[in-house]
């Protein structure tokens, strides 16, 4: 579980923080929680289509967001130690 999220969290060198990721990862776990408090404790229908809609710009949104901030990313050589 922790290699888990130490590859969600971390840069592609497996070590530098990303805090994009880090957002990514909090906004879907808070749109989660919403949308089961209001059908759960509001009594609110759920609808499918919102829902999906929702999440989908969510991704959308972070996956950009991580997309752009790989080109600060360092580099990891692929180069094995002899």
């Given amino acids: ?7 969600w ?3 592609i060198d497996g070590k ?3 805090p994009s ?7 879907v776990g808070v749109f989660l929680f919403l949308s089961i408090w ?3 404790h509001l009594k609110q ?7 999906g809609i929702g999440l989908g710009a969510i991704l959308a949104g972070g996956g950009a967001g991580v997309a752009l901030k790989s080109k600060t990313e ?3 050589s ?3 130690d002899t």
């Fill in 38 to 40: 209001a059908v759960v």
């Fill in 78 to 80: 692929n180069q094995e």
């Fill in 1 to 7: 579980m922790n290699q888990l999220l130490n590859d």
């Fill in 74 to 76: 360092p580099k990891v």
């Fill in 9 to 11: 969290l971390t840069g």
């Fill in 16 to 18: 530098t923080f990303d």
């Fill in 21 to 27: 990721r880090a957002c990514l990862l909090a906004a």
């Fill in 45 to 51: 229908t759920w609808s499918a289509q919102d829902f």
